[in-house]
């Protein structure tokens, strides 16, 4: 018997929405699974062709951990591994592969979890749940983790294209966070939270340019990785002259991700075309299910 699992991509942040808001990518993770004798991961696509074959492979550390909180002995399994999910790029692999874990142990154990308790799981995980929650609930999610607790609230959802620009380069989430402040002062704080308060109602109310307009107002992040990614300010321009709502780094970058009305997705991604030879660029749409 085989059964395969499915994982959306996800993007986090949408600029002010820094470790907290993330949406679902139509990019998959896939795995298909039979027991085997043995643990063996086999990559089917380039994306995933250095990552391990066997029990050193994340997504089996990750099943076995949850097999293990549930005291119950994880079978071992055939998973050959697909994906379109490039690594490093900002489109949330790492927390895809924890998801897909997770959900290894979920069918191989018989554990039927409920989202909520992926949540939980995958959240303790990975510290903040802005990709790990779009992942599995799909669509925009918002959402906050402290100690053992996470609290999300979906977005309503709303058609929107979405052109990611996705560098050839890698950029690591740690080297892209060793550039942000340790501090931040009091009166920044406040203008920073209002800008992604102002974000999250605009969401609310389906009101896609004031989403643009304050995707693009970050203070938590944007500022200080800019410099990493100077496909960020070529895009932003180039992108909103072509009726884009807004743009902003994909996640910890380096891809970018530009918010684009229903169907203005393939002009704007024909134009970066041409302008980023050295960019892969494609047109997405927003995935509704997650895993
Ligand atoms: N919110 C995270 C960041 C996403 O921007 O660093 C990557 O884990």
Partial sequence: ????????????????????????????????????????????????????????????????????????????????????????????????????????????????????????????????????????????????HHENETYIAQIPEFDVDIVMAIPEYELKTTDARDVLPSDINYRHAVEAGAIGNMLVAALLNKDLPLVGEFMEKDLYHEPYRMRLVPELSLVRKEAKALGAYGVSLSGAGPSVLCLAPKGKGKAIAEHMYALLPNCEIDVLQIDRKGV
């Fill in 1 to 144: 018997e085989r059964f395969v699992i499915t994982v959306p991509a996800s993007s986090a942040n949408l600029g002010p929405g820094f470790d907290s808001i993330g949406v679902a990518l139509s990019r998959y993770l896939r795995l298909t699974v039979e027991r085997h004798e043995e643990w063996i991961f086999i990559p089917e696509t380039k994306e995933v062709q250095s990552i391990p074959t066997g029990t050193d492979n994340l997504m089996y550390e990750v099943a076995q951990d949850v097999a293990r909180q549930f005291n119950i002995d994880l079978p071992s399994a055939k998973v050959s591994v697909w994906s379109n999910i490039p690594l490093a790029r900002g489109l949330g692999s790492s927390a895809s592969a924890i998801v897909a874990g997770i959900e290894l142990a979920n069918v191989l154990c018989d554990l039927r979890l409920s989202k909520r308790e992926k949540l939980r799981i995958s959240s303790l995980m990975e510290g903040h749940p802005d990709n790990v929650s779009p992942s599995i609930y799909g669509g925009i999610v918002v959402g906050y």
